[in-house]
């Protein structure tokens, strides 16, 4: 079956570029010109992915993706902006979206991105085995569930946080560089943006850590990546 794609841009150029691409690609193909309309495809359509500008009438692509997370929505999100500043790629990302990219921008980037996320998000039961569990210290980690628990808190974490976490806690110990988290979490198998990666990670440490400048937990190693480390540490997994 092919998977559903709702493209949101307000430039009747930039949407209809986007939409022959992904069905070249194929990909079913949805195209709406405004933020509003975006909940009106939700249940007729149901995307596995959206892919939406930042800068849209009626309702902007942040307040979407804020909405979106707010009534516990995990379809993935790519963002496109027109504007180069970092505080607005970082607003998409504080706001739920997984990913972004800036016009003017390659068709076939954009499809290797969505081909990334969506192999991302068909992949993640089968990483662990069933009933998986990682304990490091006061952190909880439900694998199956998808949850995590901070001193008997659920720790609400967007979709994008949960898999960054999980894939530490698979390697927890060892040092991974920006890029292979990149390659891991993104499924990225070319150079991506590493502001990304150092967003999702403060975002974690706001959630999980007591003091997110001195983190037990998530651990900088300067000029290489980062490392989950933390103990005592149990793994457990129903066979």
Request: hydrophobic share 40%; glycine share 6%; aromatic share 6%.
């Given at each position: ?13 930039i949407s209809m570029l986007i ?155 060892k040092v991974l560089s920006r ?61």
């Amino acid at each position: 079956m092919k998977k559903k794609i709702l493209v949101v841009d307000d430039e009747p150029s930039i949407s209809m570029l986007i939409e022959f691409n992904l069905k070249l690609a194929g990909y079913d193909v949805r195209c709406v010109h405004d933020g509003e309309a975006v909940f009106d495809m939700l249940k007729p359509f149901r995307p596995d992915l959206i892919v939406l500008d930042l800068m849209l009438p009626k309702m902007d692509g942040i307040e979407v993706c804020r909405e979106l997370r707010k009534q516990e929505n995990a379809v993935p999100i790519i963002m496109l902006t027109a504007l180069q500043d970092i505080s607005d790629k970082i607003a998409g990302l504080d706001n739920g979206a997984d990913d972004y990219m800036v016009k003017p921008f390659s068709p076939q980037e954009l499809i290797s991105r969505i081909q990334a996320i969506l192999r991302r998000v068909q992949s993640l039961p089968a990483a662990d085995g069933e009933g998986t569990v990682y304990e490091i210290g006061r952190l909880t980690v439900l694998a199956d569930q998808r949850e995590v628990i901070i001193n008997e808190n659920q720790v609400e974490l967007t979709p994008k946080e949960f898999e960054l976490l999980l894939f530490l806690c698979r390697h927890r110990g060892k040092v991974l560089s920006r890029q292979q988290l990149l390659h891991g979490v993104w499924d990225y198998h070319f150079l991506g943006d590493t502001r990304i990666v150092d967003v999702h990670i403060s975002h974690l440490r706001e959630k999980i850590e007591q003091n997110a400048r001195t983190p037990e937990f998530i651990m900088t190693v300067r000029n290489v990546g980062y490392k989950l480390t933390g103990s005592p540490v149990k793994e457990s997994a129903t066979q």
